[in-house]
Antibody
Framework: EVQLVESGGGLVQPGGSLRLSCAAS????????MSWVRQAPGKGLEWVAN????????YYVDSVKGRFTISRDNAKNSLYLQMNSLSAEDTAVYYC??????????WGQGTLVTVSS | QSALTQPASVSGSPGQSITISCTGT?????????VSWYQQHPGKAPKFMIY???KRPSGVSNRFSGSKSGNTASLTISGLQAEDEADYYC??????????FGGGTKLTVL
């Protein structure tokens, strides 16, 4: 059974940093692109970033370029999102998702990031 | 990287059919048959319902179907049931290894 479990969310002050993690199991992690998708309170889904199977290619939505970094450790079956220079607009539930042929097919339960003073 | 356009809300009575549209551009929906649809109940993670415009993953009811014409994709739910009440999102490959989601549609079963 495919499982994705996010962690690392919490309350952070504006301008601060946070690192999210996603532990994957039930599939061969190293064979799949992975994504982060976020959802602000009461709002829709927003794609944040994609990373290739071997981590050699990374892509971001314009609003997070230069502030967020997606990475992975295939030996640990883990996906990460380093978030810097956070602002209130980054407040959201962050989901990790497995990407298969450009469709996020399995999703984690999400982790809430709140940016507030 | 503009969001795909979906109606904010749709509604229907049990047993009826409804269709949710998802309008993009020639750079995303119009260029690729890589549109997927997701159902999200309150407080839950999205659930994958349709992929590659019209294909259903195993376990998804055949009451759910998808189609595309030009820059607009559509999700049709037939034989509406109370449990179908949820938010629905479309997603398209947008080129250059990026994705774009729609703004979401709230389905109310009357």
């Amino acid at each position: 059974e495919v499982q994705l479990v996010e962690s690392g969310g919490g309350l952070v002050q504006p301008g601060g940093s946070l690192r999210l993690s996603c532990a994957a199991s039930g599939f061969t992690f190293s064979r799949y692109w992975m994504s982060w998708v976020r959802q602000a309170p009461g709002k829709g889904l927003e794609w944040v970033a994609n990373i290739k199977e071997d981590g050699s290619e990374k892509y971001y939505v314009d609003s997070v370029k230069g502030r967020f970094t997606i990475s992975r450790d295939n030996a640990k079956n883990s996906l990460y999102l380093q978030m810097n220079s956070l602002s209130a607009e980054d407040t959201a539930v962050y989901y990790c998702a497995r990407l298969y042929n450009w469709k996020p097919d399995y999703w984690g339960q999400g982790t809430l990031v709140t940016v507030s003073s | 990287q503009s969001a795909l356009t979906q109606p904010a809300s749709v509604s229907g009575s049990p047993g009826q059919s409804i269709t949710i549209s998802c309008t993009g551009t020639s750079s995303d929906v119009g260029s690729y048959n890589l549109v997927s649809w997701y159902q999200q109940h309150p407080g839950k993670a999205p659930k994958f319902m349709i992929y590659e415009v019209s294909k259903r993953p195993s376990g998804v009811s055949n009451r759910f179907s998808g189609s595309k014409s030009g820059n607009t994709a559509s999700l049709t739910i037939s034989g509406l049931q109370a449990e179908d009440e949820a938010d629905y999102y479309c997603c398209s490959y947008a080129g250059s290894s990026t994705l774009v989601f729609g703004g979401g549609t709230k389905l109310t079963v009357l």
